[in-house]
């Protein structure tokens, strides 16, 4: 399958202070890439979709403004959580999709994010 | 609304054993996609096995079967030989025609592989 890489694995941050999560589609271009929150032993919940070249498309319920995404190349999506609380604190996990749209998403290995 | 239902919480197998695990799904789209991952205790979500809803046949890859049931909206996952290393947590997940590739998903099943 396809590979896509997520740096960092993990991270901890004071509260206060953004932090920067990439997304990176090794072996192929994505125009869409997706970005999910994961809280223990649950389901993995939608946050926005991301497209090259222009705006993410952010679920309801899901504050753009802190949660800032940029999709500056086919190959690479960022996810920017500014100003981090301690209730930020998750897993964060990217996904892309190929040219088509339609095909398999492949996941990112994920990001730890601990705000103290 | 697309939706997807997994039942079971968590599921215990026996090292060698086959096992089943439940997905049900509703939508309205006529042409939609449905996918299971696994997800390992380290986080990360493999793809495992892609049904189509007009794929004629059952998808298999591996150990890995889908038991496609249209008229019953189900898509159950069907595990040959339980290997330890089968423990995890997996995903059911539906992709629609009419969206932009958005994946819905399933609460989750956690499986446990007994020695």
């Known amino acids: 399958g396809a590979v896509v890489s997520q740096h960092p694995s993990r991270v901890i941050c004071k509260s206060g202070t953004s932090v920067k999560i990439e997304c990176r589609s090794l072996?192929?271009?994505?125009?869409?890439m997706f970005w999910y929150r994961q809280f223990p032993k649950k389901s993995l919940m939608l946050m926005a979709t991301?497209?090259?070249?222009?705006?993410?498309?952010?679920e309801q319920g899901v504050e753009k403004d802190k949660f800032l995404i940029n999709h500056a190349s086919l190959t690479l999506s960022t996810l920017t959580v500014t100003s981090a609380h301690p209730e930020d604190s998750s897993f964060y996990i990217c996904?892309?999709?190929?040219?088509?749209?339609?095909?398999?998403?492949?996941f990112g290995p994920g990001t730890r994010l601990l705000v103290l | 609304a697309q939706k997807i239902t997994q039942t079971q919480p968590g599921m215990f197998v026996q090292e060698k054993e086959a096992v089943t695990l439940d997905c049900t799904y509703d939508?309205?789209?006529?042409?939609?996609?449905l996918f299971w991952y696994k997800q390992p205790s380290s986080g990360e979500m493999i793809f495992l096995i892609y049904q189509g809803s007009y794929d004629q046949q059952n998808a298999t890859e591996g150990r890995y079967s889908l038991n496609f049931q249209k008229a019953r909206k189900s898509a159950n996952l069907v595990i040959s030989a339980s290997q330890l290393g089968d423990s995890a947590m997996y995903f059911c997940?539906?992709?629609?025609?009419?969206?932009?590739?958005?994946?819905?998903f399933g609460q989750g099943t956690t499986l446990q592989v007994k020695p």
């Open positions: 991301s497209n090259e070249g222009s705006k993410a498309t952010y």
């Open positions: 939508t309205s789209d006529p042409s939609y996609g």
């Open positions: 072996d192929f271009q994505a125009t869409t």
């Open positions: 996904s892309a999709v190929g040219t088509s749209g339609q095909e398999t998403q492949y």
């Open positions: 997940a539906m992709r629609g025609a009419l969206n932009t590739g958005k994946l819905i």
